[in-house]
């Protein structure tokens, strides 16, 4: 199994999370903008990009919806399929999702679940206040549905996400 370093390095520094490389993803990840759920083996045999993302429809996470919208071809034609994650609902996610025409699944995880259960709902601080939010996390899980790499908030690029993955 072939890691970028950069990757690997987040990884292994990062002691919140609760998936690790290795760890088997869970079976059930959520229900997405239509209410269907969406079950890890739906992806048997491919990779999956599974990004955790704080909010629909701000500067960050739009940027970082259409670098995945705009490469989604490359990316499962390199073996990947997308689904996206944040706590916001699915009338939220389907107003995103028509605005800015994206090809992917958004998985409206509003009882926290996947986001504890993969570690990346944490406190953040924003001008000098604490909150709970989700941090920018990416899991690429293999295609036994076991996590193959973790790449880290301070990794990602969002505009152009979808061409660190390819290229890593």
Same mark, same amino acid.
């Given at each position: 199994?072939? #890691?970028?370093? +950069? =990757?690997? %390095? #987040?990884?292994?520094?990062t002691k919140n999370m609760t998936m690790n490389i290795g760890d088997k993803a869970p079976e059930i990840? /959520?229900?997405? *903008? *239509? /209410?269907?759920e !969406?079950?890890?083996?739906? =992806?048997? /045999?491919?990779? +999956?990009? &599974?990004? =955790?993302?704080? @909010?629909? +429809? $701000?500067?960050?996470? $739009?940027? *970082?919806?259409?670098s995945f919208r705009d490469h989604l071809s490359e990316l499962q034609e390199a073996g990947y399929e997308v689904v996206g994650v944040s706590v916001d609902e699915?009338?939220?996610h389907r107003k995103f999702k028509e605005k800015h025409e &994206? %090809? #992917?699944p958004l998985i409206a995880d509003v009882d @926290?679940?996947?986001?504890?259960? #993969? /570690?990346?709902w944490q406190e953040k601080s924003m001008y000098g206040r604490k909150y709970m939010g989700t941090v920018r996390t990416t899991f !690429?899980?293999?295609e036994?549905?076991?996590? *193959?790499?973790?790449i880290g908030p301070k990794q990602i690029k969002t505009k152009m996400h979808a061409e660190q993955i390819l290229k890593a």
């Open positions: 199994m072939a #890691f970028c370093p +950069l =990757f690997r %390095n #987040f990884a292994r520094k990840l /959520g229900k997405d *903008e *239509e /209410g269907r !969406i079950l890890l083996s739906d =992806f048997r /045999g491919k990779k +999956l990009v &599974l990004y =955790f993302y704080p @909010k629909d +429809l $701000t500067s960050g996470c $739009t940027a *970082e919806a259409c699915e009338k939220q &994206l %090809n #992917f @926290k679940r996947l986001v504890e259960t #993969f /570690g990346v !690429i899980i293999d036994e549905g076991v996590v *193959e790499q973790i």
